[in-house]
Protein backbone atom coordinates (compact mmCIF):
# COMPACT_ATOMS: atom_id res chain seq x y z
CA UNK A 1 0.00 0.00 0.00
CA UNK A 2 1.55 3.61 -0.78
CA UNK A 3 -0.41 7.04 -0.79
CA UNK A 4 0.82 10.27 -2.06
CA UNK A 5 -0.60 14.00 -1.67
CA UNK A 6 -0.17 17.19 -3.27
CA UNK A 7 -2.16 20.45 -3.82
CA UNK A 8 -1.93 23.19 -6.46
CA UNK A 9 -2.92 26.53 -6.74
CA UNK A 10 -2.22 26.77 -10.42
CA UNK A 11 -4.96 29.32 -12.18
CA UNK A 12 -6.69 26.50 -14.39
CA UNK A 13 -8.65 23.16 -13.53
CA UNK A 14 -5.84 21.32 -15.87
CA UNK A 15 -2.78 22.82 -15.04
CA UNK A 16 -3.82 22.31 -11.33
CA UNK A 17 -4.25 18.45 -11.87
CA UNK A 18 -1.37 18.37 -14.27
CA UNK A 19 0.77 19.62 -11.28
CA UNK A 20 -0.85 17.47 -8.65
CA UNK A 21 -0.64 13.95 -10.54
CA UNK A 22 2.86 14.80 -11.24
CA UNK A 23 3.93 14.95 -7.93
CA UNK A 24 1.71 11.70 -7.03
CA UNK A 25 3.12 9.67 -10.06
CA UNK A 26 6.61 10.75 -8.34
CA UNK A 27 6.36 9.66 -5.12
CA UNK A 28 4.14 6.27 -6.17
CA UNK A 29 6.55 5.57 -8.62
CA UNK A 30 5.95 3.08 -10.65
CA UNK A 31 2.77 1.65 -9.02
CA UNK A 32 -0.69 2.66 -10.12
CA UNK A 33 -2.76 4.23 -8.49
CA UNK A 34 -6.32 2.31 -7.71
CA UNK A 35 -7.82 5.60 -5.69
CA UNK A 36 -7.75 9.07 -6.11
CA UNK A 37 -9.44 11.33 -3.75
CA UNK A 38 -9.59 15.08 -5.10
CA UNK A 39 -10.87 18.35 -3.62
CA UNK A 40 -11.49 21.32 -5.30
CA UNK A 41 -12.37 25.22 -4.73
CA UNK A 42 -15.40 27.03 -6.22
CA UNK A 43 -13.14 29.12 -8.34
CA UNK A 44 -12.91 25.91 -10.63
CA UNK A 45 -16.60 25.39 -10.83
CA UNK A 46 -17.11 25.96 -14.82
CA UNK A 47 -14.67 23.13 -15.05
CA UNK A 48 -16.22 20.61 -12.84
CA UNK A 49 -17.43 18.46 -15.32
CA UNK A 50 -14.19 17.60 -16.78
CA UNK A 51 -12.38 16.78 -13.94
CA UNK A 52 -12.92 13.18 -13.73
CA UNK A 53 -11.84 12.69 -16.97
CA UNK A 54 -8.54 14.37 -16.45
CA UNK A 55 -7.57 12.73 -13.19
CA UNK A 56 -8.14 9.31 -15.67
CA UNK A 57 -6.22 10.61 -17.98
CA UNK A 58 -3.36 11.80 -15.91
CA UNK A 59 -3.40 8.99 -13.78
CA UNK A 60 -5.15 6.44 -15.81
CA UNK A 61 -8.34 4.86 -16.69
CA UNK A 62 -7.67 2.48 -13.75
CA UNK A 63 -8.26 4.86 -10.83
CA UNK A 64 -11.28 5.16 -9.10
CA UNK A 65 -12.12 9.01 -8.84
CA UNK A 66 -13.52 10.37 -5.76
CA UNK A 67 -14.04 13.45 -4.63
CA UNK A 68 -16.62 16.96 -4.06
CA UNK A 69 -15.70 20.91 -3.93
CA UNK A 70 -14.75 22.78 -0.44
CA UNK A 71 -14.28 26.35 1.21
CA UNK A 72 -11.01 25.54 1.81
CA UNK A 73 -8.67 22.59 0.40
CA UNK A 74 -6.19 20.54 2.07
CA UNK A 75 -3.17 18.27 0.58
CA UNK A 76 0.26 17.77 0.84
CA UNK A 77 0.94 18.91 3.97
CA UNK A 78 -0.90 22.23 3.49
CA UNK A 79 -4.16 23.96 4.45
CA UNK A 80 -5.36 26.48 1.49
CA UNK A 81 -8.65 29.22 2.43
CA UNK A 82 -10.06 31.24 0.49
CA UNK A 83 -8.22 30.82 -2.25
CA UNK A 84 -8.19 28.76 -5.00
CA UNK A 85 -7.20 25.27 -4.71
CA UNK A 86 -6.86 21.32 -5.70
CA UNK A 87 -5.94 18.76 -3.62
CA UNK A 88 -5.10 15.10 -5.18
CA UNK A 89 -4.71 12.44 -3.04
CA UNK A 90 -3.70 9.00 -4.15
CA UNK A 91 -3.17 5.30 -3.35
CA UNK A 92 -2.17 1.99 -4.17
CA UNK A 93 -4.14 -0.20 -2.88
CA UNK A 94 -3.27 -3.90 -3.69
CA UNK A 95 -5.44 -6.81 -2.34
CA UNK A 96 -8.35 -3.75 -1.41
CA UNK A 97 -11.98 -3.98 -2.74
CA UNK A 98 -13.10 -0.51 -4.07
CA UNK A 99 -17.10 -0.55 -4.49
CA UNK A 100 -18.02 2.94 -5.72
CA UNK A 101 -21.81 4.46 -4.56
CA UNK A 102 -23.34 6.66 -5.86
CA UNK A 103 -26.57 8.14 -3.70
CA UNK A 104 -29.78 10.59 -4.24
CA UNK A 105 -31.57 11.43 -1.18
CA UNK A 106 -35.43 10.29 -2.45
CA UNK A 107 -33.69 6.65 -3.60
CA UNK A 108 -32.83 5.92 0.45
CA UNK A 109 -34.62 3.33 2.44
CA UNK A 110 -37.32 4.61 4.84
CA UNK A 111 -35.53 4.20 8.24
CA UNK A 112 -37.90 1.62 9.28
CA UNK A 113 -36.23 -0.77 6.76
CA UNK A 114 -34.38 -4.05 7.65
CA UNK A 115 -30.78 -4.36 7.00
CA UNK A 116 -31.33 -5.53 3.37
CA UNK A 117 -33.01 -3.22 2.11
CA UNK A 118 -29.93 -0.95 3.40
CA UNK A 119 -27.51 -4.06 1.57
CA UNK A 120 -29.52 -3.56 -1.81
CA UNK A 121 -29.53 0.02 -2.31
CA UNK A 122 -25.49 0.46 -0.91
CA UNK A 123 -24.55 -2.95 -2.95
CA UNK A 124 -22.40 -3.63 0.01
CA UNK A 125 -21.89 -7.09 1.17
CA UNK A 126 -21.62 -6.67 4.59
CA UNK A 127 -19.68 -9.96 4.82
CA UNK A 128 -17.15 -8.13 3.27
CA UNK A 129 -16.19 -6.30 5.93
CA UNK A 130 -17.22 -2.83 4.37
CA UNK A 131 -15.34 0.52 5.44
CA UNK A 132 -16.90 3.62 4.04
CA UNK A 133 -15.70 7.15 2.93
CA UNK A 134 -18.84 9.12 2.58
CA UNK A 135 -19.17 12.82 0.50
CA UNK A 136 -22.52 14.20 0.51
CA UNK A 137 -24.56 18.14 -0.96
CA UNK A 138 -25.85 19.37 2.23
CA UNK A 139 -28.35 21.36 0.03
CA UNK A 140 -30.28 18.27 -1.48
CA UNK A 141 -28.95 14.96 0.60
CA UNK A 142 -30.16 13.91 4.32
CA UNK A 143 -26.88 12.96 5.52
CA UNK A 144 -28.00 12.02 8.74
CA UNK A 145 -30.87 9.70 7.67
CA UNK A 146 -28.01 8.09 5.65
CA UNK A 147 -25.66 7.57 8.57
CA UNK A 148 -28.63 6.04 10.84
CA UNK A 149 -29.28 3.74 8.30
CA UNK A 150 -25.75 2.90 7.65
CA UNK A 151 -25.02 2.48 11.11
CA UNK A 152 -28.18 -0.06 11.51
CA UNK A 153 -27.06 -2.29 8.74
CA UNK A 154 -23.26 -1.62 9.05
CA UNK A 155 -22.63 -1.75 12.48
CA UNK A 156 -19.00 -2.59 12.84
CA UNK A 157 -18.04 -0.52 9.89
CA UNK A 158 -16.33 2.71 9.88
CA UNK A 159 -18.02 5.27 8.26
CA UNK A 160 -16.00 8.84 7.77
CA UNK A 161 -16.36 12.17 5.29
CA UNK A 162 -17.70 15.12 5.46
CA UNK A 163 -20.41 17.52 3.74
CA UNK A 164 -19.23 19.34 0.32
CA UNK A 165 -19.05 23.31 1.36
CA UNK A 166 -18.20 25.73 -1.62
CA UNK A 167 -21.60 26.27 -2.18
CA UNK A 168 -23.83 29.22 -2.29
CA UNK A 169 -26.66 27.93 -3.54
CA UNK A 170 -28.40 24.53 -4.88
CA UNK A 171 -26.62 22.29 -7.14
CA UNK A 172 -23.41 24.67 -6.89
CA UNK A 173 -21.20 21.87 -5.03
CA UNK A 174 -19.47 19.45 -6.97
CA UNK A 175 -19.26 15.57 -5.93
CA UNK A 176 -17.09 13.48 -8.35
CA UNK A 177 -17.78 9.50 -8.78
CA UNK A 178 -16.00 7.44 -10.95
CA UNK A 179 -16.16 8.93 -14.70
CA UNK A 180 -19.13 11.31 -13.57
CA UNK A 181 -19.43 14.96 -12.08
CA UNK A 182 -22.98 15.37 -10.06
CA UNK A 183 -24.36 18.41 -8.48
CA UNK A 184 -26.57 16.70 -5.82
CA UNK A 185 -26.90 13.51 -3.61
CA UNK A 186 -23.70 12.01 -2.04
CA UNK A 187 -20.92 9.56 -3.05
CA UNK A 188 -18.82 7.38 -1.75
CA UNK A 189 -16.25 4.34 -1.67
CA UNK A 190 -16.93 0.89 0.43
CA UNK A 191 -12.91 -0.50 0.91
CA UNK A 192 -12.58 -3.94 1.84
CA UNK A 193 -9.84 -7.01 1.91
CA UNK A 194 -6.44 -5.55 2.85
CA UNK A 195 -7.21 -2.18 4.35
CA UNK A 196 -8.33 -0.63 7.62
CA UNK A 197 -9.64 2.89 7.72
CA UNK A 198 -9.28 3.95 11.71
CA UNK A 199 -11.01 7.44 12.55
CA UNK A 200 -9.99 9.66 15.08
CA UNK A 201 -12.74 12.62 15.70
CA UNK A 202 -11.52 15.75 17.06
CA UNK A 203 -14.51 17.78 19.11
CA UNK A 204 -12.33 20.44 19.93
CA UNK A 205 -13.72 21.37 23.35
CA UNK A 206 -12.84 20.78 27.38
CA UNK A 207 -15.06 19.63 30.03
CA UNK A 208 -16.12 21.97 33.27
CA UNK A 209 -18.16 20.91 36.23
CA UNK A 210 -18.30 16.88 36.53
CA UNK A 211 -20.61 14.35 34.86
CA UNK A 212 -24.15 14.41 35.70
CA UNK A 213 -26.95 12.00 34.64
CA UNK A 214 -30.40 13.47 32.85
CA UNK A 215 -33.02 12.69 35.55
CA UNK A 216 -36.21 14.35 33.28
CA UNK A 217 -35.99 15.19 29.81
CA UNK A 218 -38.46 16.24 26.90
CA UNK A 219 -37.58 15.47 23.63
CA UNK A 220 -34.14 17.53 22.58
CA UNK A 221 -34.86 19.89 26.19
CA UNK A 222 -33.13 19.16 29.04
CA UNK A 223 -34.80 19.49 31.95
CA UNK A 224 -33.38 17.88 35.10
CA UNK A 225 -29.42 17.38 35.81
CA UNK A 226 -29.31 14.50 39.05
CA UNK A 227 -32.68 16.65 40.35
CA UNK A 228 -31.40 20.06 40.08
CA UNK A 229 -32.65 22.72 37.13
CA UNK A 230 -30.15 22.78 34.47
CA UNK A 231 -29.75 26.77 34.52
CA UNK A 232 -29.13 26.13 38.45
CA UNK A 233 -26.31 23.56 37.55
CA UNK A 234 -24.88 26.36 35.39
CA UNK A 235 -25.22 29.25 38.00
CA UNK A 236 -23.26 27.59 40.12
CA UNK A 237 -20.45 26.29 37.81
CA UNK A 238 -20.42 30.56 36.23
CA UNK A 239 -19.76 31.05 40.30
CA UNK A 240 -17.01 28.51 40.58
CA UNK A 241 -15.15 29.30 37.29
CA UNK A 242 -12.30 31.62 36.49
CA UNK A 243 -13.07 34.49 34.49
CA UNK A 244 -11.84 33.08 30.97
CA UNK A 245 -14.22 30.20 31.75
CA UNK A 246 -17.36 32.96 32.42
CA UNK A 247 -16.43 34.70 29.04
CA UNK A 248 -16.57 31.75 27.30
CA UNK A 249 -20.13 30.23 29.09
CA UNK A 250 -21.62 33.37 27.28
CA UNK A 251 -20.76 32.14 23.93
CA UNK A 252 -19.38 28.82 23.55
CA UNK A 253 -21.17 26.81 26.14
CA UNK A 254 -21.96 22.84 24.74
CA UNK A 255 -23.12 19.91 26.31
CA UNK A 256 -21.14 16.28 26.09
CA UNK A 257 -23.58 13.77 25.68
CA UNK A 258 -21.53 10.23 27.10
CA UNK A 259 -23.49 7.91 24.33
CA UNK A 260 -22.27 4.34 25.51
CA UNK A 261 -24.84 3.80 27.87
CA UNK A 262 -21.79 1.29 29.51
CA UNK A 263 -19.42 3.73 30.24
CA UNK A 264 -19.67 5.32 34.08
CA UNK A 265 -16.28 7.58 34.17
CA UNK A 266 -16.22 8.84 30.71
CA UNK A 267 -13.49 10.48 29.19
CA UNK A 268 -12.15 13.05 26.30
CA UNK A 269 -13.78 11.43 23.27
CA UNK A 270 -16.51 9.44 25.05
CA UNK A 271 -18.45 12.69 24.60
CA UNK A 272 -20.77 13.58 21.52
CA UNK A 273 -21.02 17.53 21.57
CA UNK A 274 -23.59 19.21 20.54
CA UNK A 275 -24.93 23.00 20.84
CA UNK A 276 -26.87 24.63 23.93
CA UNK A 277 -29.28 26.28 21.57
CA UNK A 278 -30.85 27.88 24.43
CA UNK A 279 -32.64 28.53 27.89
CA UNK A 280 -35.60 29.20 29.37
CA UNK A 281 -34.89 31.70 32.48
CA UNK A 282 -38.64 31.17 33.97
CA UNK A 283 -38.54 26.96 33.91
CA UNK A 284 -34.64 26.93 34.05
CA UNK A 285 -34.69 24.43 31.20
CA UNK A 286 -32.11 24.03 28.48
CA UNK A 287 -32.58 23.17 24.93
CA UNK A 288 -29.89 21.28 23.22
CA UNK A 289 -28.95 20.19 19.64
CA UNK A 290 -29.47 16.61 20.15
CA UNK A 291 -32.35 14.01 21.03
CA UNK A 292 -32.08 13.44 25.07
CA UNK A 293 -32.82 10.46 26.99
CA UNK A 294 -33.21 9.85 30.86
CA UNK A 295 -30.25 8.27 32.22
CA UNK A 296 -27.65 9.49 30.20
CA UNK A 297 -24.44 10.82 31.47
CA UNK A 298 -23.72 14.39 30.37
CA UNK A 299 -21.11 16.87 31.39
CA UNK A 300 -20.71 20.35 29.99
CA UNK A 301 -18.35 21.29 27.73
CA UNK A 302 -16.22 24.66 26.05
CA UNK A 303 -14.55 25.62 23.58
CA UNK A 304 -12.01 28.12 22.20
CA UNK A 305 -8.70 27.62 20.14
CA UNK A 306 -6.40 26.33 23.40
CA UNK A 307 -8.84 24.24 24.40
CA UNK A 308 -9.47 22.93 20.68
CA UNK A 309 -5.78 22.71 20.00
CA UNK A 310 -5.59 20.35 23.18
CA UNK A 311 -7.99 18.35 22.54
CA UNK A 312 -6.50 17.72 18.71
CA UNK A 313 -3.29 17.08 20.15
CA UNK A 314 -4.72 14.46 23.05
CA UNK A 315 -6.60 12.04 20.55
CA UNK A 316 -3.67 12.25 17.61
CA UNK A 317 -1.13 11.68 20.72
CA UNK A 318 -3.59 8.81 21.93
CA UNK A 319 -4.07 7.21 18.68
CA UNK A 320 0.06 7.01 18.24
CA UNK A 321 0.36 5.36 20.69
CA UNK A 322 -2.24 2.88 20.77
CA UNK A 323 -0.71 2.21 17.33
CA UNK A 324 2.76 2.54 17.51
CA UNK A 325 3.05 -0.97 16.27
CA UNK A 326 1.19 -0.09 13.40
CA UNK A 327 2.43 3.31 10.99
CA UNK A 328 -0.03 5.32 9.51
CA UNK A 329 0.39 4.95 5.65
CA UNK A 330 -1.88 7.83 4.44
CA UNK A 331 -4.88 9.66 5.67
CA UNK A 332 -7.77 11.70 4.89
CA UNK A 333 -8.76 15.14 7.03
CA UNK A 334 -12.62 16.23 7.35
CA UNK A 335 -12.52 19.76 8.92
CA UNK A 336 -15.00 22.30 9.51
CA UNK A 337 -15.36 25.48 8.24
CA UNK A 338 -14.83 27.00 11.52
CA UNK A 339 -11.56 25.50 12.14
CA UNK A 340 -8.29 26.65 9.73
CA UNK A 341 -7.71 29.99 10.17
CA UNK A 342 -10.62 31.53 11.27
CA UNK A 343 -10.30 29.28 14.65
CA UNK A 344 -6.69 29.38 15.25
CA UNK A 345 -5.70 32.67 13.69
CA UNK A 346 -2.77 30.39 11.33
CA UNK A 347 -3.24 28.12 8.73
CA UNK A 348 -2.20 24.72 8.87
CA UNK A 349 -2.76 24.19 12.58
CA UNK A 350 -4.61 20.56 12.56
CA UNK A 351 -2.18 19.50 9.22
CA UNK A 352 0.60 20.54 11.21
CA UNK A 353 -0.46 18.83 14.37
CA UNK A 354 -1.33 15.71 12.82
CA UNK A 355 2.39 15.13 11.38
CA UNK A 356 3.77 15.72 14.71
CA UNK A 357 2.07 13.01 16.31
CA UNK A 358 1.21 10.19 13.98
CA UNK A 359 4.12 10.90 11.74
CA UNK A 360 5.78 13.56 9.27
CA UNK A 361 5.58 11.29 6.06
CA UNK A 362 2.15 10.43 6.47
CA UNK A 363 0.45 11.73 3.10
CA UNK A 364 -2.53 13.80 4.17
CA UNK A 365 -5.23 15.49 2.06
CA UNK A 366 -8.91 16.53 2.71
CA UNK A 367 -10.65 19.65 3.00
CA UNK A 368 -13.07 21.94 5.13
CA UNK A 369 -16.45 20.62 5.28
CA UNK A 370 -20.63 22.23 5.93
CA UNK A 371 -20.41 19.41 8.61
CA UNK A 372 -17.97 16.37 9.29
CA UNK A 373 -18.90 12.60 9.53
CA UNK A 374 -17.66 10.74 12.32
CA UNK A 375 -17.60 8.16 15.51
CA UNK A 376 -18.19 8.78 19.01
CA UNK A 377 -18.98 5.56 21.38
CA UNK A 378 -19.15 3.39 18.06
CA UNK A 379 -22.33 5.51 16.69
CA UNK A 380 -21.47 7.26 13.63
CA UNK A 381 -22.56 11.42 13.32
CA UNK A 382 -22.91 14.42 11.86
CA UNK A 383 -21.16 17.12 13.69
CA UNK A 384 -20.19 20.59 13.75
CA UNK A 385 -16.28 22.24 14.70
CA UNK A 386 -14.67 19.04 14.43
CA UNK A 387 -11.35 17.74 12.64
CA UNK A 388 -12.50 14.00 11.75
CA UNK A 389 -9.42 12.04 10.23
CA UNK A 390 -9.97 8.81 8.18
CA UNK A 391 -6.48 6.57 8.74
CA UNK A 392 -5.37 4.16 6.66
CA UNK A 393 -2.73 1.17 6.74
CA UNK A 394 -2.83 -2.65 5.40
CA UNK A 395 -5.54 -4.64 7.34
CA UNK A 396 -2.48 -7.96 7.41
Known amino acids: MQWASAISQQNTLRAALSECASSVRSSLGDTAADLAVVFTSSEYADDYAMLPELIGEMLGQQVTVLGCSGGGIIGGGSEVEQEPAVSLTAASLPGVNIHPMRLDGDALPSLDAGPDEWHEALGVDPAEEPQFVLLADPMSFPAQNLLLGMDYAYPAAAKIGGLASAAQGARQNGLFLGKDYHDSGAVGVALSGNILVETVVAQGCRPIGAPMRITKSDRNFLVELDGEQPINVLRGLFQQSEQRDRDLMQH ?130 LHGYTSSFAIFRPRN
Open 252 to 381: SLFLGVVMDALIDQPQQGDFLIRNVMGMDQRSGVLAIGEMLKEGQLVQFHLRDADTSAEDLSAVLERYAIDNRENPAHGALLFSCLGRGKYLYGRPNHDTEVFHAKVGAAVPLGGFFCNGEIGPVSGTTF
